[in-house]
């Protein structure tokens, strides 16, 4: 068996009568009309190897994203020609959110807490075989600072508060562009006047953030 780093890395020269013939790694001595075709032939492979077939279902939205304790509506569109009903299920049982189905739609209701939830599609196709479409539901914490918007005079102070929801602690880490926070979390404005940003981050989820608009008159 040839392995796939040999057949990628060697080629060799071989010189005849005629001058030097290019042997490709693949084992034979092409013709110029051959070097040519060779590669369009290689492409079409690949593309063909690359290429898959539609899924059963389609699913709308395809990515579905939802805040925790809210409610989403998913709707699915058959691909072939399937006898029996869509079945819908979450594989995460342990609180991974609650679905009302009908059929070729469903509403889902997240859980209080974030994550991501897999949810599975079944049908009975014509041959027998069953039909599983598998998506992942991710599901957003609530983080909203208030205000989102703030006016101050150069050194007046402001105290910003996050509404959070849906993650295990609600300690927050706030970074300032400009003016600074004291210890007990309350914003000091700069002394310059000009539109500044503060952002905010979750203390337990770096990925999970917002900023809040501070003008300084």
């Not at 060779?38 to 593309?47: E, R």
């Not at 990515?63 to 989403?72: D, M, W």
């Not at 699915?76 to 979450?90: H, K, M, Q």
């Amino acid at each position: 068996m040839v392995r796939l780093e040999e057949v990628c890395l060697k080629t060799w020269n071989l010189r005849g009568r005629t001058g030097i013939i290019q042997v490709y790694s693949l084992g034979l001595a092409l013709t110029p009309s051959a070097r040519f075709l060779l590669p369009l032939a290689l492409a079409s492979f690949l593309v063909g190897c690359g290429s898959t077939a539609p899924e059963a279902v389609s699913l709308d939205p395809d990515s579905p994203t939802v805040q925790v304790g809210e409610r989403l509506q998913l709707r699915a569109t058959p691909n072939e020609n399937l006898i029996s009903e869509l079945e819908w299920e979450l594989l995460d049982y342990n609180g991974g959110g609650l679905l009302s189905t009908r059929g070729t739609s469903t509403t889902y209701l997240a859980p209080n807490h974030s994550g991501t939830f897999r949810l599975v599609i079944r049908a009975k196709r014509t041959d027998g075989s069953t039909a599983n479409v598998l998506r992942e539901i991710h599901v957003l914490p609530v983080f909203k600072p208030e205000p989102a918007t703030a006016m101050l005079q150069a050194g007046q102070t402001q105290v910003f508060t996050v509404k959070i929801k849906g993650l295990v602690r609600n300690d927050v880490l706030w970074k300032a562009e400009a003016g600074t926070f004291n210890e007990g979390g309350i914003y000091i404005a700069p002394s310059e006047p000009g539109t500044y940003h503060l952002t905010a981050t979750s203390a337990v989820d770096p990925n999970v953030s917002a900023t809040v608009t501070v003008i300084v008159n």
